[in-house]
């Protein structure tokens, strides 16, 4: 009876659980419902390895002995027949039972697998050796499965492992991928294009002959062998290429045998590393690390301009600016003794300057190129392993970093630095009294600047967020209120802005930035004012049109009468009723309720002010 288990009658056993993999089927000996309603209790003889189980689709092989429960009779065995048995995973080729009971095992397991006739052959059952509505005892030992799945969504391109990769990680767009490949016409076993056996690479975002190769490989781990299925629409990249036809469905086995991983550290282009070599720790630099690095410089048309080699190691402190910012950046994402490649833009070099280096000269604008290793690192001490005087002389120090940065109008680094003078000293509960007093100047003055730089960069929220800190622990600090009221203004927020101003002056009455700040405030106030007023006028005439003398009545919701002559409407309102008169003429409440508000704020400013 070798086709008992690939009969499938459905029936009653065609509502079976949603999500079978949640059910807790792992504890040898422990009988487990794992359909939830007792239609397929599972019992493990053996564990088995790992923790990964068939998904959908996926091709098993398992060897199973099937049993009558009622009197323990044999009716089926893979294992005298001496052949595993395997069938594609919850695609309704054998009864529901197998289905849902093969995917919660993992490879290697052998269980027991008791299916109501509900879950095997029902009321029908499978003569002559199964009878009618008989529960059914299954030895089933999952000695493994290839993964078939549709990558693309669309049937496009189906993949099946033939040899699992190793590791988690997965090449992405930016990344060089090594590859083997054969390509065939499907259906034939004849080669129409392959790689070499040390195989080709390419950036995956750039594509190599066929476009179901760079769907496949977002998809696969290093090592990892797979089958493709390929329909025309994922053949060749170019028409043609490399002898693939165009418009025929095709089958590849492809092989990832490694990538360098390619990461944009700038965000924006400007410095791009490539991993030459990964190594087997994890320590990196932190910010304040010293570090020593061998590395080959060229210019991007490959002029050799530097090189630094064993014995004359190039050494500096990361974050401190010692280097041009591309090679700091690079380093400070490198793991110690990895190997990379960084390509540093002109802005993260030396910009439109000419440079002398030792092997030659770097001119304006040039791209360079860091072929370099990371040889020493020296990590600098984390803020827990700083006692509370390092930390609050890390914060002070810090501080100045970020002054001399705004000084230079290096808006980013300022922020960063100050950044971390407030972070080296956030926790202080367990500081001596006078570290305490120290610390909080040093974040009151790191606050205040970095306030300064939002303001500078356009950061409107952000700058008064920042003052809003130093006001909770100082209340009536007048540079805080007038850089608050900076932001107000920049933002428009003229009422707040005036609060602020005028406690400001309160406190110092001579302050000649906050008596300047007040006179373009009355100015910039009123301005807008006028504007705004101008603005809402126009619209409260626009609804102000004079009604029709003789409108037609439109009938009310749910046949009521419509309204009675002399009812107000929106087309015949004044402004002061705007808001509600909208809403009633089916508008946008919120636009009428703005027009009011606005409405009476422009007045209340033109008032004020």
């Given amino acids: 009876m070798d086709d008992i288990p690939t009969t499938s009658l459905g029936g009653e056993g065609d509502e079976g659980p949603d999500d079978e993999g949640e059910v807790d089927v792992d504890e040898v000996g422990k009988e487990i419902d794992i359909a939830k309603d007792g239609g397929i209790v599972k019992k493990i003889l053996v564990e088995g390895a790992g923790w990964e189980k068939p998904e959908k689709g996926d091709k098993v092989e398992?060897?199973?002995?099937?049993?009558?429960?009622?009197?323990?009779?044999?009716?089926?065995?893979?294992?005298?027949?001496?052949?595993?048995?395997?069938?594609?995973?919850?695609?309704?080729?054998?009864?529901?039972?197998?289905?849902?009971?093969?995917?919660?095992?993992?490879?290697?397991?052998k269980a027991v697998l008791t299916c109501q006739p509900g879950y095997a052959y029902g009321a029908a059952g499978s003569p002559p050796k199964i009878p009618a509505d008989a529960t059914l005892n299954f030895e089933v030992e999952l000695l493994g499965w290839r993964s078939v799945k549709d990558i693309s969504g669309d049937g496009g391109v189906v993949k099946t492992i033939i040899k699992e990769g190793d590791g988690y990680q997965k090449p992405a767009d930016r990344d060089e991928v090594l590859v083997r490949y054969a390509v065939l016409v499907k259906g034939s076993d004849a080669v129409v294009a392959a790689s070499p056996e040390s195989g080709v690479d390419f950036t995956l975002r750039d594509g190599h002959l066929l476009k179901a190769f760079g769907v496949a490989l977002k998809t696969m781990r290093k090592g990892e062998e797979v089958a493709l299925d390929i329909s025309p629409a994922y053949g060749p990249i170019v028409a043609g290429e490399g002898g693939v036809p165009a418009d025929t469905p095709l089958q590849a086995e492809l092989v990832l045998l490694s990538w360098k991983k390619v990461e944009d550290l700038s965000q924006d282009g400007g410095v791009i590393k490539k991993t030459l070599h990964v190594p087997e720790g994890w320590e990196m630099p932190n910010a304040g690390a010293r570090v020593r690095v061998r590395y080959t410089l060229r210019t991007a048309d490959g002029v050799l301009v530097e090189?630094?080699?064993?014995?004359?190691?190039l050494e500096f402190v990361v974050d401190e600016e010692e280097v041009v910012e591309g090679l700091d950046l690079g380093v400070s994402r490198m793991k110690l003794n990895e190997k990379a490649e960084l390509t540093v833009a002109p802005a993260y070099a030396f910009r439109d300057q000419e440079k002398k280096l030792k092997l030659g000269m770097v001119p304006p604008g040039a791209t360079l190129i860091y072929t370099i290793e990371l040889v020493h690192l020296q990590k600098a001490k984390e803020s827990w392993e700083l006692t509370d005087e390092e930390k609050v002389a890390a914060a002070s120090a810090a501080k100045d970093a970020g002054n001399a940065a705004f000084k230079a109008g290096r808006w980013a680094r300022a922020a960063k630095k100050y950044k971390a003078a407030t972070d080296a000293v956030s926790y202080d509960d367990k500081f001596t009294e006078d570290l305490k007093r120290q610390a909080r100047e040093v974040k009151k003055s790191a606050n205040l600047n970095l306030a300064a730089v939002h303001l500078k960069t356009g950061a409107w929220r952000e700058a008064r967020d920042v003052c809003n800190k130093v006001l909770e622990k100082t209340s009536g600090h007048p540079k805080a209120l007038y850089r608050r009221a900076q932001a107000h203004m920049a933002a428009g927020d003229y009422v707040e802005a005036e609060v602020d101003i005028k406690a400001a002056l309160q406190l110092e009455p001579g302050n000649r930035d906050v008596r300047a700040l007040h006179a373009r405030f009355r100015k910039e106030s009123a301005a807008a004012s006028a504007k705004e007023a101008q603005f809402f006028s126009k619209a409260f005439q626009r609804l102000a049109r004079k009604p029709d003398p003789n409108p037609t009545p439109v009938p009310a919701a749910n046949g009521a009468p419509p309204a009675a002559e002399g009812v107000a409407t929106a087309s015949g309102v004044s402004g002061e009723h705007a808001a509600v008169d909208t809403a009633a003429a089916g508008g946008d409440v919120e636009m009428g309720e703005a027009a009011g508000e606005a409405g009476g704020r422009a007045a209340g400013l033109i008032q004020h002010v």
Wanted: glycine residues 16%.
């Fill in 307 to 313: 090189e630094r080699s064993e014995g004359n190691e």
């Fill in 62 to 109: 398992v060897h199973y002995v099937g049993t009558l429960a009622s009197d323990g009779s044999v009716f089926d065995s893979s294992r005298e027949r001496g052949e595993p048995f395997s069938f594609a995973l919850g695609t309704g080729s054998v009864i529901k039972g197998w289905d849902v009971g093969v995917a919660t095992m993992k490879k290697g397991e």
